[in-house]
């Protein structure tokens, strides 16, 4: 019998949220600020304003990734839009788009390994094994419930 997942429910990552935007903008941000930044950006339908703790990865200087499972926000930005971003303590501008093709997500994710280490993803929704180098096929799986979210920093505050 297969053994499904334990998720914890979506009040558990408000409630989270709740505590962590505050301790993002203070000064006691570094306790947390290496793999998390606050995303902010207007819907793309309600056109209100969302600021959302995330976890992220830095590609390049330039550049910085995000996933997201199971979540709403990424669909924002299918088409690029500019987005600020609160990263370790400082407030850059950036182009986000959403990466949601099975085929790169899953390329994505295996160059992302293979630079960083096996345990490099951390996000538990990925489904991706902590202590070896993804297969492909696995790679692919992570794909269908995974989609990447692309941050080219801006030069401009």
Same mark, same amino acid.
């Given at each position: 019998m297969a053994r499904t997942r334990w998720h914890p429910p979506e009040s558990f990552f408000n409630a989270a949220n709740r505590a962590v935007r505050p301790l993002l903008r203070s000064r006691l941000h570094p306790l947390v600020s290496k793999r998390l930044m606050l995303l902010t950006y207007e819907g793309a339908k309600s056109g209100r304003t969302y600021a959302i703790p995330v976890a992220y990865y830095r590609w390049r200087p330039d550049e910085v990734w995000a996933f997201g499972a199971r979540t709403g926000w990424m669909s924002n930005f299918r088409d690029p839009r500019t987005v600020r971003l609160l990263l #370790?303590?400082?407030?850059? #501008?950036?182009?986000?788009? =959403?990466?949601?093709? #099975?085929?790169? $997500? =899953? #390329?994505?994710?295996?160059?992302? $390994?293979?630079?960083?280490?096996?345990?490099? !993803?951390?996000?538990?929704?990925?489904? /991706?094994?902590?202590?070896?180098?993804?297969?492909?096929?696995?790679? /692919?799986?992570? =794909?269908?419930? !995974?989609?990447?979210?692309?941050f080219r920093l801006s030069a401009k505050p």
């Amino acid at each position: 019998m297969a053994r499904t997942r334990w998720h914890p429910p979506e009040s558990f990552f408000n409630a989270a949220n709740r505590a962590v935007r505050p301790l993002l903008r203070s000064r006691l941000h570094p306790l947390v600020s290496k793999r998390l930044m606050l995303l902010t950006y207007e819907g793309a339908k309600s056109g209100r304003t969302y600021a959302i703790p995330v976890a992220y990865y830095r590609w390049r200087p330039d550049e910085v990734w995000a996933f997201g499972a199971r979540t709403g926000w990424m669909s924002n930005f299918r088409d690029p839009r500019t987005v600020r971003l609160l990263l #370790r303590g400082r407030e850059v #501008r950036a182009e986000a788009t =959403a990466v949601e093709d #099975r085929e790169q $997500v =899953a #390329r994505l994710l295996e160059e992302l $390994v293979q630079r960083k280490g096996p345990g490099a !993803v951390r996000d538990p929704f990925a489904g /991706l094994p902590r202590d070896r180098y993804p297969t492909h096929e696995e790679a /692919l799986a992570s =794909a269908d419930r !995974v989609r990447i979210a692309r941050f080219r920093l801006s030069a401009k505050p």
